[in-house]
């Protein structure tokens, strides 16, 4: 069965109507789970991409197509997967002069995809981005302060704050910017969402199950912990592209996902 790309639109308003559970419902829908998993396809050719979204099946209904895979195919593959039903996020991470960024993001409208990734280092930025957007559905977020980034790391960058202050700063920003949302650690989520409210989309990559290797990772956080934090979706490559079976992984994130919005929703329901 195909999904329509216009039935998947959740967002923290989404979450937020959604009514109480009946007394004793362990979890959601599945669909509400599975529509907040986004699986990175970070392979290295087109055929590797498409045997995993083949092997995924109806578990996923969102990608997102990175640097890696950009340079192999990667904008057919965007387009192929859009016009079967799935949403795509186009992880480009633009950064450049404002002509530039604006001229980008325009043409990147044009391909009718979801999510497309612009670095949320300034308000130049950040606003030739929504100009170039102009009135296309495509919704744009900020890359706050990559996962894999401590605050050594930010230290050879030249900014003393910590990454959960610098995360803070950028998700400000963007929201002012009229961004539709920011990419940020789960350990940052639960701040930005106090800070902007609901209806401004938190994506967290960084997610790994309890006890899993981290890999490059630094500031990783668990599906439980970001979705309660209030991430609208959690972005997992590694932990499902290099499963053994990559489905059966998929489903233990959309599981996980399930249990953290039964357990919010329980206590939304008691308050
Ligand atoms: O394999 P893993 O689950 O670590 O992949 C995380 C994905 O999220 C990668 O595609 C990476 O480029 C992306 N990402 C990230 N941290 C950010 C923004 C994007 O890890 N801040």
Redesign the pocket.
């Known amino acids: 069965m195909q999904v329509a790309a216009d039935s998947l639109q959740l967002n923290s308003r989404s979450f937020a109507s959604l009514p109480p559970p009946a007394p004793g419902t362990r979890s959601m829908p599945q669909s509400t789970a599975r529509d907040r998993l986004i699986v990175?396809l970070?392979t290295p050719s087109i055929e590797e991409a498409q045997r995993l979204v083949a092997a995924l099946d109806e578990t996923v209904s969102f990608y997102?197509v990175?640097?890696e895979l950009l340079f192999s195919g990667g904008l057919d593959l965007a387009r192929a997967l859009k016009s079967n039903g799935k949403r795509v996020f186009l992880?480009m991470?633009l950064l450049d002069i404002g002509n530039t960024v604006e001229r980008a993001v325009a043409n990147a409208s044009e391909l009718g995809l979801d999510f497309l990734?612009v670095h949320g280092h300034d308000l130049k930025t950040l606003r030739a981005a929504v100009a170039g957007r102009g009135q296309s559905r495509l919704k744009l977020l900020a890359?706050?302060?990559?996962?894999?980034l401590t605050a050594d790391d930010l230290r050879q960058q030249g900014s003393a704050m910590s990454p959960g202050d610098l995360v803070l700063a950028r998700a400000r920003m963007a929201h002012e910017s009229g961004f539709d949302g920011v990419?940020?650690?789960g350990q940052e989520a639960q701040r930005i969402r106090e800070a902007v409210g609901p209806g401004f989309l938190v994506v967290t990559?960084?997610?790994r199950l309890p006890g899993s290797t981290t890999?490059?990772?630094e500031r990783i956080t668990t599906p439980e912990s970001a979705i309660k934090g209030g991430a609208d979706h959690i972005?997992?490559?590694?932990?499902i592209?290099q499963a053994d079976d990559p489905k059966a992984a998929a489903e233990t994130f959309v599981h996980h996902i399930r249990e953290a919005l039964a357990a919010l929703l329980r206590g939304a329901g008691n308050a």
């Open positions: 990175a970070d997102k990175g640097l992880d991470k990734t890359v706050t302060v990559l996962t894999n990419v940020a650690s990559p960084g997610i890999d490059d990772q972005v997992v490559g590694r932990p592209t």
